[in-house]
């Protein structure tokens, strides 16, 4: 009976002696992404609510400067502090002083453990667009994640402006008299244990053993360790740039690793077939598209020289009665009146159009379907679609730049009517949102999404005429009424052909072998997408352009009241009201200025362009 006692009595000192030690919780390194969906394990750090341990205590995290919370004043509001309670702590004098990027800001919090987790919580009011990985990944830098987020949320699945939403932010607190603190650090591309451990004046093993890593573990952006302290954070900000050890930072993500050997040869054979089987597909599919191919070329050298020769010139065809049409997807001409050679190259079929069709769908060229001089607009088959006029001899040249176009960002050549004793048409597909300049005009729909994905759109259509064409075509006359919307708020240009004899139609496109004079007309569309950027900008859409070019002086650092920032929001399109990033809409201004420099040496080319845009959209 003593023997059961006794061991009854062991029992339970050491389950008193787990909890509490386990009431520090978990304080392992949690290696998942912040922007991770569905369930994660370790997001946070775990407490145990007892009387026998230490359930609050008063911590620091560290947050990072940035283009959006650049002062003391900004950052306060952030967490809910007032500014004296960051100035003293981080040695800065004002609250309205700009600091640099990613410099280190330590926050006093109080953390406390609650609903089993160690957190300090805030209440965060949404007041522009975002998602839960924008505020917790962005706006707090990984100090709460996306699915911690989602889960303390979720009476709000969808978020919009004026939310209040629950962020419980990581903290954590010591089980022992060892430290006093552990402060929550978030990690950042290029950080490392031995760098966190000499920028506290810490020891390393100190750092890998609180948080239960070794030194080949790996960690990753976006996540957090905690930094053990006997008193509070002072960080040294003058050490120099450290190489991580091996293995360090890595750009990638966490990957599992206990794959059971008979799993992965399962995995392998399955690979091995599947990528047999796609060679032998491959093969198949390349050998009948030869044989095609081959059969094609005999077909086009055996045509009679007779009928050839009869196709190497245009001919007014007779005009028939209005008949049955096919949708402008599947049209095919009836009667074809091209060259072999622009047959053999042309990528789709076009519908020969007849006069009574062209007046039935312009309404007889109404002045209510009339979009400009020499535009109109009318329904086919319940698709809305663009009629232009041009000149007999100028067919050709369309017809021969639209059978080397395929680009989603291009309108697309449905049809053309051709008359040789008077005006011929075109038929063009006409995106169902209208022009560019419809859109700004209207702006209310018309988002800071919208307009960088606008002006992304209209870049890659430019660089694909620039430089994936052959010759290259150089889109001239660029504005925005030659620019489309769809319904998806994606861009289309329309792009005409010149003929070289005869003049121009609408908005011109020259074809040259001459380098440098290629080159300057590049550079004359860079500067017309400049101008199309600053109509995106400002929403003045006719406005001199010489004037608009002016207004952005302040980028230049020209005189003038107030600061730069201020004078760009007195630039922008007022419909925007604060629904847009002022540090995009500084880049695309710089852009756009860049682009309308007098000197054309000056303006960058498409491929910076896209660069730039790129990290918008």
């Given at each position: 009976?003593?023997?059961?006692?006794?061991?009854?009595y062991?029992?339970?000192?050491?389950?008193?002696v787990?909890?509490?030690?386990?009431s520090h919780?978990?304080?392992?390194?949690d290696?998942?992404?912040?922007?991770?969906?569905?369930?994660?394990?370790?997001?946070?750090?775990?407490?145990?609510?007892?009387?026998?341990?230490?359930?609050s205590?008063?911590?620091?995290?560290?947050?990072?400067?940035?283009?959006?919370?650049?002062?003391?004043s900004?950052?306060?509001?952030?967490?809910?502090?007032?500014?004296?309670?960051?100035?003293?702590?981080?040695h800065?004098?004002?609250?309205?002083?700009?600091?640099?990027?990613?410099?280190?800001?330590?926050?006093?919090?109080?953390?406390s453990?609650?609903?089993?987790?160690?957190?300090?919580?805030?209440?965060?009011?949404?007041?522009?667009?975002?998602?839960?990985t924008?505020?917790?990944?962005?706006?707090?830098?990984?100090l709460?994640?996306?699915?911690?987020?989602?889960?303390?949320?979720?009476?709000?699945?969808?978020i919009?402006?004026?939310?209040?939403?629950?962020?419980?932010?990581?903290?954590?607190?010591?089980?022992?008299?060892?430290?006093?603190?552990?402060?929550?650090?978030?990690?950042?591309?290029?950080?490392?244990?031995?760098?966190?451990?000499?920028?506290?004046?810490?020891?390393?093993?100190?750092i890998?053993?609180i948080?239960?890593?070794?030194?080949?573990?790996?960690?990753?952006?976006?996540?957090?360790i905690l930094?053990?302290?006997?008193?509070?954070?002072?960080?040294?900000?003058?050490?120099?740039?450290?190489?991580?050890?091996?293995?360090?930072f890595?750009s990638?993500?966490?990957v599992?690793?206990?794959?059971k050997p008979?799993?992965?040869?399962?995995?392998?054979i399955?690979?091995?077939?599947i990528?047999f089987?796609?060679?032998?597909?491959i093969?198949?599919?390349?050998?009948?598209y030869l044989?095609?191919l081959?059969?094609?070329?005999r077909?086009?050298f055996?045509?009679p020289?007779?009928?050839?020769?009869s196709?190497?010139?245009?001919?007014?065809?007779?005009?028939?009665?209005p008949?049955?049409?096919?949708?402008?997807?599947?049209?095919?001409?009836p009667?074809?009146?091209?060259?072999?050679?622009?047959?053999?190259?042309?990528?789709?079929s076009?519908?020969?159009f007849?006069?009574?069709?062209i007046?039935?769908?312009?309404?007889?060229?109404?002045?209510?379907?009339?979009?400009?001089e020499?535009?109109?607009k009318?329904?086919?088959?319940?698709?809305q679609?663009?009629?232009?006029e041009?000149?007999?001899?100028?067919?050709?040249?369309?017809i021969?730049?639209?059978?080397?176009?395929?680009?989603?960002?291009?309108?697309?050549?449905?049809?053309?009517?051709?008359?040789e004793?008077?005006?011929?048409?075109?038929?063009?597909?006409?995106p169902?949102?209208g022009?560019?300049?419809d859109?700004?005009?209207n702006?209310?729909?018309?988002?800071?999404?919208?307009?960088?994905?606008?002006?992304?759109?209209?870049?890659?259509?430019l660089?694909?005429?620039h430089?994936?064409?052959?010759?290259?075509?150089?889109?001239?006359?660029?504005?925005?009424?030659?620019?489309?919307?769809?319904?998806?708020?994606?861009?289309?240009?329309?792009?005409?052909?010149?003929?070289?004899?005869?003049?121009?139609i609408?908005?011109?496109?020259?074809?040259?072998e001459n380098?440098?004079a290629?080159?300057?007309?590049?550079?004359?569309?860079?500067f017309?997408?400049?101008?199309?950027?600053?109509?995106?900008?400002s929403?003045?859409?006719?406005?001199?352009?010489?004037?608009?070019?002016?207004?952005?002086?302040?980028?230049?650092?020209?005189?003038?009241?107030?600061?730069?920032?201020e004078?760009l929001?007195t630039?922008?399109?007022?419909?925007?009201?604060?629904g847009y990033?002022?540090?995009?809409?500084?880049?695309?201004?710089?852009?756009?200025?860049?682009c309308?420099?007098?000197?054309?040496?000056?303006r960058?080319?498409?491929?910076?362009?896209?660069?730039?845009?790129?990290?918008?959209?």
């Amino acid at each position: 009976m003593k023997c059961c006692t006794r061991y009854i009595y062991i029992v339970l000192v050491l389950f008193f002696v787990k909890m509490i030690k386990s009431s520090h919780g978990q304080a392992f390194y949690d290696a998942t992404s912040c922007r991770q969906d569905g369930n994660a394990p370790g997001t946070r750090y775990t407490c145990i609510n007892t009387t026998l341990t230490k359930n609050s205590c008063e911590t620091f995290l560290i947050y990072r400067a940035n283009n959006q919370f650049a002062t003391i004043s900004a950052i306060s509001t952030l967490f809910g502090l007032t500014p004296d309670t960051l100035l003293e702590i981080n040695h800065i004098d004002s609250p309205l002083e700009t600091l640099f990027v990613d410099r280190e800001v330590i926050i006093p919090v109080s953390c406390s453990c609650s609903d089993g987790f160690f957190q300090s919580r805030l209440n965060y009011t949404v007041n522009g667009n975002a998602t839960y990985t924008d505020i917790g990944c962005g706006f707090f830098e990984g100090l709460v994640k996306k699915i911690t987020l989602v889960e303390e949320n979720l009476n709000q699945e969808v978020i919009k402006v004026g939310n209040v939403l629950n962020i419980p932010l990581k903290c954590d607190c010591p089980n022992n008299n060892d430290y006093k603190y552990l402060v929550t650090y978030p990690l950042v591309s290029g950080d490392s244990i031995r760098k966190v451990s000499t920028k506290f004046g810490i020891s390393r093993d100190n750092i890998l053993a609180i948080n239960n890593i070794s030194l080949d573990t790996t960690i990753y952006p976006e996540t957090t360790i905690l930094v053990p302290l006997q008193s509070k954070p002072v960080i040294d900000f003058n050490i120099p740039n450290l190489q991580p050890p091996t293995p360090g930072f890595l750009s990638t993500s966490p990957v599992e690793r206990n794959v059971k050997p008979e799993k992965l040869r399962k995995v392998y054979i399955v690979v091995a077939v599947i990528g047999f089987g796609l060679v032998l597909a491959i093969l198949v599919v390349t050998g009948l598209y030869l044989k095609a191919l081959n059969r094609c070329r005999r077909d086009l050298f055996v045509i009679p020289s007779t009928l050839r020769s009869s196709f190497t010139s245009f001919s007014t065809p007779p005009l028939s009665s209005p008949r049955s049409r096919p949708s402008p997807a599947t049209r095919s001409s009836p009667n074809s009146c091209l060259s072999p050679d622009l047959l053999a190259s042309i990528k789709y079929s076009l519908y020969n159009f007849t006069i009574e069709e062209i007046k039935s769908i312009t309404k007889d060229f109404s002045k209510d379907c009339k979009v400009s001089e020499n535009t109109y607009k009318g329904l086919l088959d319940d698709v809305q679609v663009l009629i232009k006029e041009i000149k007999f001899s100028e067919i050709r040249h369309v017809i021969d730049l639209h059978s080397k176009i395929n680009h989603v960002n291009i309108v697309k050549l449905v049809g053309v009517c051709y008359n040789e004793s008077s005006w011929s048409y075109i038929v063009l597909q006409c995106p169902s949102n209208g022009s560019l300049r419809d859109c700004l005009a209207n702006s209310l729909s018309l988002t800071w999404h919208r307009r960088t994905q606008i002006a992304f759109d209209v870049a890659t259509g430019l660089h694909y005429l620039h430089y994936c064409i052959v010759p290259p075509y150089m889109q001239t006359g660029l504005d925005s009424a030659n620019i489309f919307v769809t319904s998806k708020w994606k861009a289309k240009l329309v792009v005409l052909s010149r003929n070289p004899n005869n003049g121009t139609i609408g908005s011109s496109t020259f074809e040259y072998e001459n380098f440098d004079a290629l080159k300057m007309l590049e550079k004359e569309d860079i500067f017309e997408f400049g101008m199309v950027l600053l109509e995106i900008l400002s929403g003045k859409v006719k406005t001199d352009g010489k004037l608009l070019r002016e207004s952005i002086g302040f980028l230049g650092g020209e005189g003038g009241e107030g600061g730069c920032f201020e004078n760009l929001r007195t630039f922008m399109d007022p419909c925007l009201k604060e629904g847009y990033s002022l540090a995009e809409a500084l880049c695309l201004g710089v852009l756009a200025k860049a682009c309308v420099e007098s000197d054309p040496l000056h303006r960058p080319s498409m491929e910076d362009i896209l660069k730039v845009l790129a990290r918008m959209v």
